[in-house]
């Protein structure tokens, strides 16, 4: 069974930056792709950002310049930094890994950007 963790999160500052990141585990292949979701209260998820096997990324038009992920030192784990954070930037950060058969998400972890 695929288990995908998210770690990081908190409440930051406008201006300020934050680290998320993400594993998936439980099974002995890279995934296709990994990326962050995220939900504001009311709103509906949206990418953020995400990265395939190969190290092609892409952004969200709102975070572009600002974010920036990458993998960690295997391609089971990835990173979201999180820099000139918004108050808009707030939300539940969902981490997704894809695999050829289905995509597996994690619980969430909470962002909050005061102002």
């Known amino acids: 069974q695929v288990r995908v963790v998210e770690s990081g999160g908190g409440t930051v500052q406008t201006g300020g930056s934050l680290r998320l990141s993400c594993a998936a585990s439980?099974?002995?292949?890279?995934?296709?792709?990994m990326g962050w979701n995220r939900q504001a209260p009311g709103e509906q998820r949206e990418l953020v950002a995400g990265i395939t096997d190969v190290g092609r990324t892409g952004y969200a038009d709102s975070v572009k310049g600002r974010f920036t992920i990458s993998r960690g030192n295997t391609k089971n784990r990835i990173d979201l930094e999180m820099n000139s954070l918004k108050p808009e930037d707030s939300g539940v950060y969902y981490c997704?890994?894809?695999?050829?058969?289905?995509?597996?998400w994690g619980q969430g972890t909470q962002v909050t950007v005061s102002s």
């Open positions: 439980g099974i002995d292949l890279s995934p296709n792709g």
């Open positions: 997704y890994a894809q695999y050829h058969w289905g995509t597996y």
